[in-house]
């Protein structure tokens, strides 16, 4: 939440560009209100290097929470998740 505001708090309201954000496996459509996001979202962007055979290629997409509590539960090998607190 903080991240989205810091990025929107230098730019002049009415300049801000209402993005809808959907989520690319269920086409549900993320909560936003006043451009801010009312509810997170996985985001992913990758650029393919020369050693894919989508190079110069850069995919992105994001997943509700739902969807990605579905998708990680299908991985073979859980994944890393580190406590912030304990970091910080
Ligand atoms: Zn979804």
């Given at each position: 939440m903080e991240r989205n505001m810091s990025a929107?708090?230098?730019v002049k309201s009415k300049d801000?560009?209402?993005i809808d954000i959907y989520c690319n496996v269920c086409g549900k459509k993320i909560k936003t209100k006043n451009g801010i996001l009312e509810e997170d979202v996985f985001e992913?962007?990758?650029e393919w290097g020369y050693f894919s055979k989508k190079d110069l290629e850069v995919h992105k997409f994001n997943?509700?929470?739902?969807c990605y509590e579905e998708l990680i539960s299908t991985f073979k090998i859980p994944i890393k998740i580190i406590d912030k607190k304990e970091v910080l």
């Amino acid at each position: 939440m903080e991240r989205n505001m810091s990025a929107l708090s230098n730019v002049k309201s009415k300049d801000v560009q209402l993005i809808d954000i959907y989520c690319n496996v269920c086409g549900k459509k993320i909560k936003t209100k006043n451009g801010i996001l009312e509810e997170d979202v996985f985001e992913a962007s990758k650029e393919w290097g020369y050693f894919s055979k989508k190079d110069l290629e850069v995919h992105k997409f994001n997943i509700c929470e739902e969807c990605y509590e579905e998708l990680i539960s299908t991985f073979k090998i859980p994944i890393k998740i580190i406590d912030k607190k304990e970091v910080l």
